[in-house]
């Protein structure tokens, strides 16, 4: 293959960026990638991420007609699961699917054979995507910026990221089952299997459970006084507060943008948990946004790992309208929630897709607490 005419050293006029380009296009043909990946790879500004393409995914080798005859798993359905895990559909004909694509469809046979309906392993599919998504790019992030050195060549960087993927994505996996295992114990542990759901064969739909959204005052203005990575840490940060007090029973559900979503079956953990992360958030000092609060109780239903219903849209549109570091909350909440705590009627509130006035209280924790 002529470097040079194939246009794949335009753009280098250092001799050492020639020279690292070209070990860098000989070891890929080496390892058996094609001239036209290469070239496309080049076009692209990635040839230096071919190596560890190739090792967090094996040779891109079967088109998705080619995928299903391997898997066993029919093309609409495979095509379908591709789209639900957040993943670009490949084109017809374009061979972009490897052995370990087919592996995992394979897997997701063995579910549809024990009789789980396509819809519900789409769903979980979009779940699994969406929190893998996330995870791809913390760690990404961070081998990212402790694998670029100053000076480095395509060369370089192209080996240094594919030996650290060879080294750190087989630890990911224990890692990543042994989290699933552990929060999927606590969400069993939590579900109370009394007589009426072993009579009807089901576990309960809608769930009595508090709910709390939480979210940072003057985010929005804050945006237009920082740049964008310093915004995203500001939010980043409420979603490690967050975790950090969400422990059984109460689950931090998600975070969007500047707010948290807190669930929990009982009241008052989930207040022990706002209160700590009030003041966890006013450590972060005084640059750091002020948290106001929304809670409600009552009826929601739990569908993918989130949670719909009343007491949802009330928590949110409650943290809305607190004050900077208070705690607003339905009156549900105040009767669901033990004697620790003190409570302050506001007035009424007037709040969209609620008939009449809402009775909302300021909570505080109680003498001693």
């Known amino acids: 293959m002529d470097f040079e ?14 020279r690292a380009r070209v070990a860098l296009l000989e070891k890929l043909l080496e390892a058996g990638f094609a001239p036209d990946e290469i070239k496309e790879a080049a076009d692209a500004g990635r040839l230096a991420l071919l190596p560890v393409e190739r090792v967090l995914g094996g040779e891109q080798r079967y088109t998705s007609t080619e995928a299903a005859e391997r898997s066993g798993v029919d093309e609409e359905f495979l095509r ?11 084109e017809a004909g374009q061979a972009v699917l490897t052995d370990v694509d087919v592996e995992a469809a394979r897997r997701v046979l063995t579910y549809r054979e024990a009789g789980l309906p396509d819809e519900d392993l789409l769903e979980v599919a979009r779940m699994i995507g969406q929190g893998m998504a996330k995870v791809a790019d913390a760690v990404r992030s961070m081998v990212g910026q402790a694998l670029i050195k100053p000076g480095d060549n395509e060369l370089d960087l192209g ?3 594919a030996r650290a993927a060879e080294e750190m994505v087989p630890l990911l996996g224990p890692i990543l089952e042994h989290a699933l295992t552990v929060h999927l114990r606590e969400l069993i542990r939590s579900d109370v299997v009394d007589q009426a759901q072993l009579a009807s064969g089901r576990l309960p ?3 009595e459970v508090t709910v709390c ?7 929005t203005a804050l945006g237009e006084e ?6 995203g840490e500001v939010a980043g940060r409420l979603g490690e507060l967050a975790a950090e007090v969400a422990r059984p029973p109460v689950r931090l559900v998600k975070t969007i943008g500047d707010a948290a979503m807190l669930v929990s079956p009982d009241t008052d953990p989930l207040l022990d948990a706002v209160f700590e992360l009030r003041e966890a958030a006013a450590a972060e000092g005084e640059s750091y946004p002020r948290i106001r609060t929304g809670l409600a109780h009552g009826e929601a239903l739990q569908r993918s790992g989130d949670w719909y219903g009343r007491p949802v849209n009330l928590a949110s549109r409650l943290s809305s309208l607190a004050r ?15 004697a620790a705590w003190r409570w302050s009627a506001t007035r009424e509130l007037r709040i969209k897709g ?11 924790p109680g003498e001693g607490a």
Do not use: K, M
């Open 5 to 18: 005419s194939e246009g794949l050293l335009d753009g280098l006029t250092g001799e050492e960026e020639r």
């Open 159 to 161: 080996l240094r990221y």
């Open 226 to 231: 920082v740049p964008a990575d310093a915004l």
């Open 80 to 90: 379908a699961l591709w789209r639900a895990l957040g993943l670009s559909e490949p």
């Open 354 to 364: 609620v008939q009449g006035g809402l009775r909302v209280f300021r909570v505080r």
């Open 205 to 207: 739909g809608a769930r």
């Open 213 to 219: 959204f939480a979210d940072l005052v003057g985010f």
């Open 324 to 338: 900077p570091g208070s705690v607003l909350a339905t009156a549900e909440v105040r009767e669901a929630a033990g």
